[in-house]
């Protein structure tokens, strides 16, 4: 079921969130959760009555099964647009980022799962796609992507890659990439689709060059 959005008028302003160390979401990516915790299926079944929206962002420590950890303050608003029940009680789920949102504060609630007070204002232009897609390096972005690649002895489907528009092929890519939560923390502040682009083959630059010292060791960490 897809949903469009003109403004962020139309999001809410209490936002349930599911912090997720190193992962990343973007507008109008993908990104597949596999939720098996009590309170985030509780918070999974409570949204899907509430416009079917989760905020995903990080915490800033390492999170414990009992701590509470203080959480990033920009993260991004995604919309459950496909999910399916596992045998064992799992629910597998398809989050669409919508927009990023500044956290204005967090709330005392009596739900298990976290919830926010949203400010999407500064990310309103997220609602519009492809805003930015002509100041990406298109050919940067490609370079190190089939560097990496062919450095790894990996395949792509080039003829999809080379079909998509720059959003989506920037965004994928940083969803996707191996990096670590503060080099994931940076691409979603990126202020524009550009410096996205720019943050991202300066990291694979970095993870290139210590692939090709170590004679090509599959080590994806950067330091």
Request: hydrophobic residues 35%.
């Amino acid at each position: 079921m897809s949903q469009t959005y003109e403004s962020t008028d139309e999001l809410p302003e209490t936002l349930p969130v599911f912090p997720l160390d190193g992962v990343l979401l973007l507008p109008r990516g993908q990104l597949p959760l596999n939720i098996f915790e009590p309170r985030y299926l509780k918070m999974f079944e409570d949204s899907l009555g509430k416009g079917r929206l989760i905020g995903i962002l990080q915490p800033l420590e390492p999170q414990d099964d009992d701590s509470h950890p203080p959480l990033a303050q920009v993260g991004c608003l995604g919309r459950i647009t496909s999910f399916s029940e596992t045998d064992e009680g799992r629910i597998i789920v398809s989050l669409t980022g919508v927009t990023r949102f500044r956290v204005a504060q967090e709330l005392d609630v009596l739900t298990p799962y976290r919830q926010i007070k949203a400010d999407y204002k500064p990310y309103e232009s997220d609602l519009v796609s492809e805003v930015g897609s002509f100041d990406v390096n298109r050919d940067g972005v490609l370079d190190v992507l089939r560097r990496y690649l062919d450095l790894n002895g990996m395949q792509a489907d080039w003829e999809a890659i080379e079909s998509s528009g720059n959003e989506a092929l920037v965004n994928s890519l940083c969803i996707i990439s191996p990096y670590g939560p503060q080099e994931k923390q940076a691409m979603l502040e990126a202020v524009t689709l550009g410096e996205r682009a720019e943050i991202l083959i300066a990291l694979t630059e970095m993870v290139l060059a210590q692939l090709s010292q170590s004679g090509g060791s599959n080590d994806n960490s950067v330091q």
